[in-house]
């Protein structure tokens, strides 16, 4: 029950899950007054789109689970399965999320926040140069003291 499936074309899938979970708990009928100043989307993914997701997220879940509670040994291999799901009543909701978009060098980053737990998510830039040239200066810096150490070390 409640397995959660973005039902959103525009949000990044990967995204959404992974600033879950969120609390259903507290969930209260739909009213725009919840909306009054904020940007929102209407689900544009239907339920029979999203079934397959939603599947395919059981699987996951159901199998990791069970992989969890073998004990006793070093590695675990599934062979096969059969993983079998009761059709269930499919429920519409809106979750607080955060999105913010922005450009840098003509390239797009996105981020995403769980307005409950504040948990985030998101891409940043990245320079390839530095991302070269640091752990390369780094090297350079630590061959010359590791072999000054390793030559006044006694065995």
């Known amino acids: ?8 074309q525009k949000m990044d899938n990967d995204y959404m899950e992974s600033i879950e979970p969120f609390d259903y708990r507290d969930l209260v009928p739909f009213s725009t007054a919840y909306l009054t100043g904020y940007l929102a989307d209407r689900y544009d993914e239907d339920a029979e789109t999203s079934a397959p997701r939603a599947d395919k997220r059981v699987e996951h879940s159901v199998l990791a689970v069970l992989e969890e509670s073998v004990k006793g040994y070093e590695s675990v291999n599934l062979q096969d399965s059969a993983i079998v799901k009761e059709k269930s009543e499919v429920s519409y909701g809106m979750v607080p999320v955060w999105i913010l ?4 060098k003509d390239q797009p980053y996105t981020f995403m926040m769980n307005g409950q737990t504040g948990k985030m998510v998101g891409s940043l830039p990245a320079d390839g140069t530095k991302e070269f040239l640091y752990p390369a200066i780094v090297v350079l810096i630590t061959l010359p003291l590791l072999y000054y150490l390793a030559k006044y070390i006694v065995v």
Do not use: K
């Open 1 to 8: 029950n409640r397995i959660p499936v973005d039902g959103s």
């Open 101 to 104: 978009t922005t450009r840098y």
